[in-house]
């Protein structure tokens, strides 16, 4: 079973930030929090992971609170290639455990 | 750098008849993944490779559903006898390593099994 829980959709107007938020309240002390994407027809693609720090990449900022329990992933300025499903999941080395993601629909 | 290729990409078969998908990962990537994603839902894991030993095949359907890895490169999927429900896309993934520090797994295009 999924350990995770998201939105199973969101909108965003291109050129805005996309905060997509993710519920991983029994994350262990020693589990990441790993974010990916697949865009329609497509694989998932990696966009970035973190332990207990906050993260950026050139893709995206991850955002983890304090008590781990939660985390939220931005996308600073979303444009129409970001529509995808993007999958919040928790786990140790690289083993992923994918929920139902979250569907993000960028508009103009 | 080439990605992980898969096929093929597509197949139609009839229930009870066989099925085998291939996957060449990543060179030098000695972990390799195969999943499963059903229509509407998120990939699941069917089995881990390290290198040519099996990892993890907790949720593989072992009467129906096998695996290898010869030489820790190409790994072939195949299901004998297929059902309906085994309808989805089977998508395999690889990463450097797949126990202690983590390592970006990288996807497949997936190959999407209709079975009628």
């Known amino acids: 079973d999924a350990k995770t829980t998201q939105p199973p959709s969101m909108d965003c107007a291109e050129g805005r930030a996309a905060n997509l938020p993710c519920n991983h309240s029994t994350i262990s002390g020693n589990e990441y929090v790993y974010w990916y994407r697949q865009i329609h027809s497509q694989g998932p693609q990696y966009i970035i992971h973190g332990l207990k720090n906050n993260e950026t990449n050139e893709m995206a900022s991850l955002i983890i609170t304090e008590d781990r329990k939660s985390s939220t992933l931005i996308l600073p300025h979303a444009t129409l290639r970001d529509t995808a499903v993007y999958y919040c999941?928790?786990?140790?080395?690289?083993?992923?455990?994918f929920g139902t993601g979250t569907r993000l629909q960028v508009t103009l | 750098e080439a990605g992980v290729a898969q096929s093929p990409r597509y197949k139609i078969i009839e229930k009870r008849q066989s099925v085998a998908f291939w996957c060449n990962p990543i060179?030098?990537?000695?972990?390799l993944y195969w999943y499963q994603q059903i229509l509407g839902q998120g990939p699941k894991l069917l089995i881990q490779f390290q290198n040519n030993g099996v990892v993890d095949d907790s949720q593989l359907p072992k009467d129906r559903f096998s695996a290898e890895r010869l030489k820790g490169v190409d790994s072939t999927l195949k299901i004998q006898p297929a059902k309906l429900e085994d309808s989805a896309v089977y998508l395999c993934?690889?990463?450097?390593?797949?126990?202690?520090?983590?390592?970006?797994?990288?996807f497949g295009p997936g190959t999407r099994l209709t079975v009628l």
């Open positions: 999941s928790t786990g140790t080395a690289s083993k992923l455990t």
């Open positions: 060179s030098g990537h000695a972990t």
């Open positions: 993934a690889s990463s450097l390593e797949g126990r202690g520090a983590y390592n970006e797994q990288f």
